[in-house]
């Protein structure tokens, strides 16, 4: 199944990057393959959830998600285009970046290599490339008006994303 481009539902963005919004896919998507990252490529069930919700994209402009032995990264929606979260404070919306690990991490404990693929492959490219420091990443609890909400998750660290962003500075 191949997704249909839809850039005429899809907002531009029209400011400069100011934010990373860090995600897990269980909020958005209720099949089980959204919630539970295995070894298994579940990427093509994102975009079945896409198709079922008549969404113009994924609302994520990257997700993250184990294949075999290691993580990948995928374009979601591409980073021009302006991923819309109904919970988020239109200041920071409109101005940030926002990144998905594939599953749900408040029944699983990220291991460290998600983390250093998240830094090296995401977060320190557009950190360097938009002027941000560390203190610009957030989680989505972080920037959520539901106080309710634990996205990326309770077993998320911000203290081990920020100390493997400093790890993999582009200097």
């Known amino acids: 199944m191949k997704m249909p481009f839809k850039p005429s539902m899809l907002q531009l963005r029209r400011q400069s990057v100011k934010w990373i919004i860090l995600h897990h896919t269980a909020e958005m998507y209720d099949m089980p393959s959204a919630r539970i990252d295995n070894e298994k490529y579940q990427m093509k069930d ?5 198709l079922e919700k008549k969404q113009g994209d994924i609302n994520y402009n990257f ?9 990948n990264v995928f374009v979601a929606r591409p980073f021009p285009y302006k991923c819309v979260w109904g919970d988020i404070s239109n200041d920071i919306n409109n101005r940030a970046i926002h990144v998905a690990c594939l599953g749900s991490y408040d029944f ?3 291991p460290k290599r998600l983390y250093e693929v998240l830094a090296y492959r995401i ?10 420091s560390p203190s610009r990443i957030k989680f989505h609890r972080d920037v959520s008006d539901d106080k309710e909400l634990t996205c990326p998750g309770d077993f998320f660290d911000y203290g081990i994303v920020e100390s493997m962003v400093r ?3 582009l200097k």
């Not at 994102?46 to 896409?50: A, P, Q």
């Not at 997700?63 to 993580?71: H, L, Q, S, T």
């Open 108 to 110: 699983k404990i990220p």
């Open 123 to 132: 977060l320190n490219p557009f950190m360097h490339m938009f002027h941000l």
């Open 46 to 50: 994102l975009v079945s959830g896409v």
């Open 63 to 71: 997700v993250v998600e184990k294949i075999k032995e290691d993580y």
């Open 167 to 169: 790890k993999f500075v």
